[in-house]
């Protein structure tokens, strides 16, 4: 037989009249290979139909599955039971907007910060469909490649103490993406076009650098490196409009 688990899951329906939020108690059995994406499934057809949470992939892939478990945001369908003890608490991501139980509303915030950081490539050359694709350096393709390789899961964001505290902090993910563009040479936007978007308190300098965004981050993106890239950046940057005046 394997271990009885013991789950405390939030419960919370902002939809439904009467739903107050608060913890429930659900019981299973530990089967092999079992993952908390099994478990809530499990959970859902055994013992509580209306269990809110969100799945597409079960691959670490799309990102939705993202929840705190056990205080530490992570994926659930790439979390095993096997690497947790027999209590385990799970709750929605914070700092999200709340669908229900343990499904929150990522999608709404990612296109709002990526609208603020202009995530797109700005270029004012015109495409020529009969010319030969411009060919760019190998390195900077897989450079780029990184950092493209985020899902947009939020856990980064919903580990970030300045995020918890200010709702207009752009967050690790967003500053990732903002990198993403600064190395493209296809992106024509200068230094002092970035620190308009970047160079302030809801942008690189609001983050404490504590780095618990690349603790969490389920795809291994390598945050530091790119914070540091962007702080150094648009450090220069200001200098530079210091000592022009
Ligand atoms: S290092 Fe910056 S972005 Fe990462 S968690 Fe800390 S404050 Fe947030
Ligand atoms: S940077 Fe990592 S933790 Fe943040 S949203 Fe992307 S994949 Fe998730
Ligand atoms: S279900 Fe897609 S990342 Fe977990």
Redesign the pocket.
Known sequence: MGRLLQFEIFRYNPEEKGSTPHMQSFVLEETANMTLFIVLNRLREEQDPGLIFDFCCRAGICGSCAMVINGRPGLACQTKTADLPEQITLLPLPVFKLIGDLSVDTGVWFREMYQKTESWIHTNKVFDPTKEEERMDNAVAEQIYELERCVECGC?IA?????RMRDD?L??AS?NRVARFVIDPRDQRTDKEYFEIIGNDYGIF?????????DVCPKKLP??NQ?GFLRRKMGITALKQIFRR
């Open positions: 980064c580990a970030c103490g300045t995020a902090f967050g690790a500053l609001g983050c404490m650098g504590l780095l618990a965004c690349e945050l530091q914070l």
